[in-house]
């Protein structure tokens, strides 16, 4: 299909299908004219890319680890996992140390809500 279905079908846009390929994430067919032609697996792709990115998953590290596209790694695919789940618990320890200032906020506000004199 090309790229104005492909978008509609994948819900993401024209234009986040073209820095897709940019970027290298996905390679889509050519037609004999030089119209991108997006089959199926290429939408599901996009469909895996777009989760990972709203996920706050870089560029680069979807480019460097997620299997090129059309092939059979499963090597690469728990590797690929590995990475994900070490990103994720980067993301956690952030939170975790977020916490940890919300909850000191939350105790000076506390103390000084408590304090009499002006405010």
């Known amino acids: 299909m090309k790229i104005g279905e492909a978008a509609r079908v994948s819900g993401v846009s024209a234009r986040s299908l ?15 004219n030089g119209y991108r032609d997006y089959c199926r ?15 706050g998953l870089p560029v680069r590290l979807i480019r460097e680890l997620l299997p090129p596209s059309g092939t059979d790694a499963s090597g690469a695919d728990a590797e690929f996992l590995r ?13 975790a140390g977020l916490v940890e200032q919300q909850e000191a906020l939350d105790a000076y506000l506390r103390e000084a809500a408590a304090r009499p004199g002006p405010r």
């Open 18 to 32: 073209r820095h897709y390929e940019d970027e290298g994430l996905i390679v889509p067919g050519r037609c004999g």
């Open 41 to 55: 697996s290429t939408l599901d792709r996009v469909g895996t890319i777009r989760s990972l990115l709203e996920s």
């Open 83 to 95: 990475e994900v789940e070490r990103y994720r618990d980067r993301v956690a320890a952030r939170i």
